[in-house]
């Protein structure tokens, strides 16, 4: 039995199969046990501020989370674009609507800021693009490996900048977090 992936899924944020047995008969059914540590990779879309569930037809964001991700949830990991982005400090998106990006707060209220409050201590993710598929396993299990020894949010950071996903951002109690791309210049002198 695989779970379905729909809304209720993402709210449950974890689920546990049961099977019950009477004179022989028997029945199998998911029932909610939320998890402790969430990861979900997919797309998303900051201007959405929502997650794209594969070939399904729904979505889920920050509304569909509240009041759902406060049980025993403590770790979101989001390996999707631009969910957890706050006031878009590095301006890569048109916040406005203006035709350019805008760095900075704006008045918009951003999908990361509206995650932070829906329960969960830690929220990893990216604040623009996230790394492409197969990249994304090849960094959890890094993560996996490396934050019992740097801690959760530092471990996340390094990780993902070991892999030039340069995107990475993390919420935490002390704040957010964001790594900030560079470009270095060589010159060859010949």
């Known amino acids: 039995m695989i779970p379905p992936v729909n809304i209720a899924f993402m709210q449950a944020a974890g689920i546990e199969k049961i099977t019950a047995t009477y004179e022989g008969l028997s029945d199998t059914a998911f029932v909610k046990n939320q998890a402790d540590w969430f990861y979900y990779s997919g797309h998303a879309l900051h201007s959405l501020e929502r997650m794209m569930m594969g070939d399904t037809s729904f979505s889920f964001g920050p509304p ?45 209220i ?20 996230s790394p492409g598929k197969g990249m994304d396993t090849i960094i959890i299990n890094e993560w996996l490996g490396s934050y019992p020894a740097l801690g959760i949010t530092k471990a996340w950071l390094k990780v993902n900048a070991d892999h030039d ?19 270095l210049a060589v010159t060859l002198a010949h």
């Open 165 to 183: 996903a340069v995107y990475a951002s993390a919420i935490d109690e002390r704040g957010y977090w964001y790594l900030i791309p560079y470009l």
């Open 64 to 108: 569909e989370a509240n009041t759902h991700w406060n049980e025993d949830l403590q770790i979101v990991i989001l390996a999707t674009c631009s969910m957890i982005d706050v006031n878009d400090y590095l301006g890569y998106f048109d916040d406005d609507g203006d035709g350019t990006p805008e760095v900075g707060p704006v008045s918009k």
């Open 110 to 129: 951003f999908p990361g800021e509206k995650l932070a409050n829906t329960g969960p201590k830690y929220l990893l993710g990216y604040n623009a693009k």
